[in-house]
Every structure is written in structure tokens, then in C-alpha cells.
């Protein structure tokens, strides 16, 4: 027999979708525990979860992976070779379908760099407070994009307009947004993207107590501070519009000791996410409180799962002993606020549980 850590390693299976499946009644282990509650596998399940692995990084359908599992053994396999085809056909109908989307997309795109004018001789000139620049980078930078695919993402986009400087970062997963007060900026709104590494030079460069003096030129940035300075090149490209992105009212407002919460999440029980590379923690929010616990139904209303590593970072860039966090539904955003701001915050996306 295989316990279910043995079997979510030689299966290729977590733990966690070991657990789902057996409640789905597609892998029912040959034994449970009665008093524990332990799952024991027999050796011959082994491969059913090795198939079981590979149809799901396939994305077929549950309905017929009951179906091709209930059929492995059988001594007639016309009906799994029927299933596998006919996913086989669904999936390459979809790949036509998205390239045939893609095209007109790319088109369309194509039309519109032809005849927008190009933002990149613009210029701006204004001064910041070090410490408001310092708290507002603080509480951005963490939400800035890695991906080599996505450079647009690779920074943090300074967007100035009158007396407000809003930064913005986001990696698709969660954006945080922060505002700083600033002076000397008299024209029109002017948006640029500072690269991550020249984001963190400003950053240093913003731990002293004076003003500091933020410019631009076209494609060149500068920071001052004193008779210091740190400069580079934007990234040549279009920061997402981030106004669209914004929360709307939440459902559900809790106010959590950020001490407290964050004890819970780092020593409370985690689920692996559908790739098995992150840890996600489940949130229970119901009577203005909100608690992660060990597992629950993707139907539950009550229930939304978010990357557990992307929360602490939240926590940590919120810089509060008390953080608001906000709900609306599992599938919903969840905000982050800092009790005595409204301007600046973050939001999660939720990660969508299996059904």
C-alpha cells in the first residue's frame, strides 16, 4: 500500500488534487483510515494516477476522465481512444479558433500604433517630499512583473497629473497602487514607466528627509536629491490602463491585526495551486472575520483562495499594524488597504479552485 505523500510522488499528483479527486470519485483510494482518516492507495492505482496526471495537464474535462479511467482496465479500449480523440479535436479546434482571433487582434493593433503620435517627446518637471516618494515606492514595488514576455510590466509607471503623482505596478496576479503629493508639474497628464532597476536606485536615493526633484525628457528619467542623482531610460512601451482595474465597493470589509494574520497564514494550513509551484491558502470570510483554514468546496461562497507568498508581501508593503482587507466573491479581487488611505492599496486575484 502507498500512503498519499508516496502516491502524490511517484503519481504526479499533489496531495491536495489527490484529496479533490477522491471526493470527485474518480481515484477513491482502497483504504481510509477511520480514525485518522489517512488515504492508502493499492500499488496497482499508481498507474491510474500517472494517467490521471497527464489527462489533466491535457485539460480534459472531468466528466471524461471518470469515463477513460473506468475504461483502463476494461479489455475493450474503443471508448478511451474515442475520448482521447475527441478532446484532441476540441483542442485543436480552440488552437484554429485563438490563432484565427489573434490575427484580427494583431490587425487591429497594427491599425492603431499606425495612427496614435507617439508620447515619447514628452516632459516633465516636479518635486516630491523624499519620504512620500520612499512610502509610496515601498508600497508599489513589490506587484512589479518578472516576465521576460511581458517587459511593459518590468516597472513602475509614474503617472503625473496636476498635483498628484499615482505609482502603479502589477504583474497580472496583483497590482498596487500608491500616491504621493507633488509640485512644480503644470501641464497636461504625462505617464512613464521606470524600469525595476532604476525604480530601486530612486528609492535609495529617497531615505533622507528633504524634497527630491523628479524630471523628464523624452525617454530619459532623473531623480535629485541634493547633489545626488539617478537617471536611465523609461521602457519604450504602454503601461496597461490601470483606471479600468480599479476596485469597485466591496461586499465585505475586514479589519486584521496585520501581526496576527500573518502568524496564521505562515503556520496555518496551505493547498498546492493546479502547476504544484505555489501554496495557496484558503480564506474563510464570514461574519466580518476572515480565516484561513484547511480546506473547503469550490462552491462555497464564503471561501477564496489567493497565493499565500503574494498576501505576506501585501501585508509587508501595507506597513501598518492594521490593514483593511476586502471582499466580494471568490473570483473577485481582494483589496488591501490601509485603514487611514483610500488612494493607495493592492489587490490579489484569486486563484479559481478545481470543481
Known amino acids: 500500500m502507498r500512503s498519499i505523500g508516496e502516491m502524490a510522488r511517484d503519481g504526479g499528483l499533489g496531495v491536495s488534487a489527490l484529496r479533490f479527486y477522491d471526493r470527485a470519485g474518480v481515484l477513491v483510494p482502497a483504504w481510509v483510515d477511520p480514525v485518522s482518516g489517512y488515504r492508502w492507495y493499492e500499488p496497482a492505482q499508481l498507474e491510474e494516477a500517472r494517467l490521471l496526471a497527464r489527462l489533466r495537464r491535457a485539460g480534459m474535462p472531468l466528466a471524461d476522465i471518470r469515463l477513460v479511467l473506468a475504461s483502463w482496465s476494461g479489455t475493450d479500449s474503443d471508448l478511451v481512444r474515442k475520448l482521447l480523440d475527441a478532446h484532441l479535436r476540441r483542442l485543436e479546434q480552440g488552437l484554429s479558433d485563438a490563432r484565427s482571433e489573434f490575427s484580427a487582434l494583431r490587425a487591429l493593433i497594427d491599425r492603431q500604433e499606425n495612427v496614435m503620435t507617439s508620447l515619447r ?73 521606470v524600469p525595476a532597476p532604476l525604480t530601486d536606485a530612486m528609492r535609495a536615493l529617497s531615505d533622507g528627509e528633504g524634497p527630491v526633484r523628479f524630471s523628464l525628457d523624452g525617454d530619459r528619467v532623473s531623480l535629485e536629491a541634493g547633489d545626488r542623482q539617478t537617471a536611465g531610460r523609461c521602457l519604450d512601451h504602454d503601461f496597461p490602463d490601470y483606471r479600468r482595474l480599479l476596485p469597485q465597493a466591496a461586499d465585505h470589509r475586514v479589519l486584521v491585526e496585520v501581526a496576527e494574520f500573518r502568524e496564521a497564514l505562515e503556520t496555518g494550513p496551505v493547498r498546492a495551486d493546479e502547476t504544484g509551484a505555489h501554496d495557496l491558502s484558503l480564506l474563510r470570510v464570514e461574519d466580518g472575520t476572515v480565516t484561513p483554514c484547511p480546506d473547503g468546496d469550490a462552491g462555497d461562497p464564503h471561501l477564496v483562495a489567493v497565493n499565500r507568498e503574494f498576501l505576506l508581501d501585501a501585508l509587508t508593503a501595507g506597513a501598518r499594524d492594521r490593514l483593511v482587507l476586502e471582499f466580494t466573491a471568490p473570483t473577485a479581487p481582494i483589496v488591501i488597504r490601509r485603514p487611514d488611505e483610500e488612494s493607495g492599496f493592492s489587490m490579489l486575484m484569486p486563484v479559481r479552485l478545481e470543481d
Request: charged residues 20%.
Open 121 to 193: 517627446t514628452a516632459t516633465a518637471r516636479l518635486t516630491v517630499a523624499a519620504p512620500e516618494l520612499a512610502a509610496a515606492l515601498d508600497t508599489v514595488r513589490f506587484a512589479a512583473g518578472t516576465d521576460p514576455e511581458l517587459p511593459m510590466l518590468g516597472g513602475v509607471l509614474f503617472d503625473i497629473e496636476d498635483e498628484n503623482l499615482h505609482l502603479v505596478a502589477t504583474d497580472r496576479y496583483r497590482m498596487a497602487v500608491a500616491r504621493a503629493g507633488a509640485t512644480g508639474h503644470d501641464g497636461g497628464r504625462v505617464q512613464v514607466v
